[in-house]
């Protein structure tokens, strides 16, 4: 009975190289979210996606940031020639539907020196 | 949008009494208030929530109330123990449609033996 998995957990980036994080949810869940939380700060709402859709992503950057949740395979949080603001953990979370409990994963650290 | 606020941001108190966690939000249309501890390094748990057709809601120590009119909820921890300290994070959103939470800033709770 695995929770929300993602992966991977910790990753360093130069500034400018791309960084992929991959998000697999709650078996079941067809409804994805990522959210972003800086240092002592909560979380702050990205993006919510369904199967092949993105359902809103008005928390996302405009530039350099994009999401998929393809048919088959996890869903992935793509960062594009990242800067030290990047630098921040990656939490993807997971829910039946809309309207029900939404459920976090570990969380991805990204760090960009 | 909706905003919000939490209080205190820490909190310290004796094993075995009660910790109070406050926040309150905006927008008169969220209708859904989870609960979520973070210890370091990890993903927010999840570990009460409450919609606004009820007003309070209790499991074992924990319990949550809700006042809709003044737009505010709280969280009750009763018998502290050590492994209580952590991070809590207060969230509201609205049921329907893209469900989008919105966090508090957090309340780092310690509970001292």
């Known amino acids: 009975n695995a929770g929300v998995m993602q992966n991977p957990r910790h990753l360093v980036r130069r500034r400018g190289q791309e960084a992929r994080l991959r998000c697999s949810p709650m078996k079941g869940h067809s409804h994805v979210y990522w959210y972003r939380q800086l240092p002592e700060e909560g979380l702050k709402f990205m993006v919510y996606?369904?199967?092949?859709?993105?359902?809103?992503e008005s928390g996302m950057p405009k530039e350099r940031f994009s999401a998929e949740f393809p048919k088959e395979g996890p869903s992935i949080l793509r960062i594009q020639q990242v800067v030290r603001g990047d630098s921040a953990a990656y939490f993807c979370?997971?829910?039946f539907g809309s309207g029900n409990t939404i459920y976090f994963g570990e969380g991805s650290w990204l760090t960009v020196v | 949008g909706e905003n919000v606020e939490q209080h205190p941001s820490t909190l310290s108190v004796q094993e075995g009494d009660s910790a109070v966690i406050k926040c309150t939000y905006s927008?008169?249309?969220?209708?859904?208030f989870p609960w979520y501890k973070q210890e370091l390094g990890k993903g927010p748990q999840l570990i009460i929530d409450i919609r606004s057709n009820v007003g309070e809601k209790k499991d074992q120590r924990i319990a949550v109330t809700l006042n809709k009119t003044a737009k505010h909820f709280s969280l009750h921890i009763t018998e502290t123990q050590p492994e209580d300290s952590a991070v809590y994070f207060c969230?509201?959103?609205?049921?329907?449609?893209?469900?989008?939470?919105?966090f508090g800033q957090g309340t780092r709770l310690t509970i001292n033996p």
């Open positions: 927008d008169s249309a969220s209708n859904y």
């Open positions: 969230a509201a959103s609205i049921v329907q449609g893209a469900q989008k939470l919105v």
């Open positions: 979370a997971s829910s």
């Open positions: 996606l369904q199967k092949e859709n993105i359902i809103d």
